[in-house]
């Protein structure tokens, strides 16, 4: 008996849909908002205004091209948080709506379990129990996980996530926004170990990233005061010594995890981990721990409505529905559905 989903994904700057089918994914549309760049950061009431002129033609693009009637589809799912209130509400709004007028059942999805599943969209697959370390412009958190619907967070940021560092240490530095991959392409040019920046020392397995923001800033305005043309003429370094630093705070804690649960079955989620850098890190550690690392394709990497697909599938394998009454959570951490 077959199984197809249609996902719909919209908890911040990013429209997606995609239709799943038997635990395959056939697509993934999506629409990004340019609307926030001039801002220099995302703006929760333009990105819900985004989100209902694109969530239609999306949806219908997605349906289209999987080849399955909407009378085919067994269910819709939907992120229910944890991200913006007002784009999240687009979304849940829109599926329940799409799922009452078809009479078909709904899955609610944590959007931090969907990224740890997105690794279950392309082979290779991690084995159970694996840590994930999810890194995002949001987030930052070791999960273990014991089961696909089973995980518990081992330690996460206190304070900004590191992919909010990327981004403001890259405003600071005027790189267009988003600032990170911006950073990556510059760091890859410089020496990583030109500027030495302070590693937050932190308890167990906690991350915290606000201090090296303060440090960079300070940085930057006491070479300023000697050469005005400091950033122009270092930027490479800059972005080399800041990158360097941000991932070496990562790997610590991941490292730590790694020996503390005695697994080596090690995944990256999350927008960050397209980050070039960390990616080369992560190799060069699976060698030096003999981990069995996964990294998903980049398209899987941001927010998308694919991995939102793959973690409804597994919902929908053990019956694990929701009704009508269903509300969006702008902070819905892994493990609690509510």
Not at 64 to 76: H, N, Q, R, V, W
């Amino acid at each position: 008996m077959s199984c197809n989903i249609l996902a719909i994904e919209s908890s911040c700057d990013e429209t997606s849909a995609s239709v799943i089918s038997d635990g395959k994914i056939l697509n993934n549309i999506v629409a990004t908002q340019s609307v926030h760049e001039k801002y220099g950061g995302v703006v929760p009431e333009l990105a819900s205004r985004a989100h209902q002129q694109h969530l239609i033609p999306v949806v219908a693009e997605a349906i289209k091209s999987s080849g399955i009637a909407k009378s085919e589809l067994d269910a819709i799912a939907f992120t229910r948080g944890p991200g913006l209130m007002g784009a999240l509400l687009v979304g849940v709004s829109f599926a329940k709506s799409f799922a009452y007028a078809l009479d078909k059942p709904i899955i609610e999805v944590n959007h931090m379990e969907a990224h740890v599943l997105a690794h279950f969209i392309d082979a290779p697959k991690p084995s159970f129990p694996f840590i994930c370390l999810t890194v995002s412009g949001g987030h930052t958190q070791l999960v273990l996980v014991k089961s696909a619907l089973s995980m518990e967070v081992l330690g996460e940021t206190k304070d900004d996530a590191v992919g909010e560092a990327f981004d403001k240490i890259s405003k600071i530095l005027g790189l267009p926004y988003p600032g990170g991959p911006y950073l990556d392409k510059l760091a890859a040019k410089g020496n990583p170990l030109a500027y030495p920046f302070p590693v937050s020392e932190m308890k167990g397995l906690s991350f915290s990233f606000s201090g090296i923001k303060t440090a960079v800033l300070y940085f930057l305005k006491e070479n300023i005061k000697k050469d005005p043309n400091f950033i122009e003429n270092n930027l490479e370094d800059i972005c080399a010594s800041v990158q360097h630093t941000l991932i070496k705070m990562l790997m610590q804690k991941l490292v730590k995890a790694t020996k503390e649960q005695g697994i080596k079955e090690v995944a990256i989620a999350g927008g960050v981990s397209a980050n070039s850098g960390l990616r080369q890190t992560i190799a060069d550690a699976a060698k030096k721990y003999r981990w069995n690392v996964y990294l998903p394709k980049l398209e899987y990497c941001t927010d998308n409505a694919a991995m939102v697909a793959m973690a409804a599938h597994f919902k929908y394998q053990e019956g694990l529905f929701t009704d009508l009454n269903v509300s969006p959570l702008a902070k819905l951490k892994i493990g609690n559905h509510g």
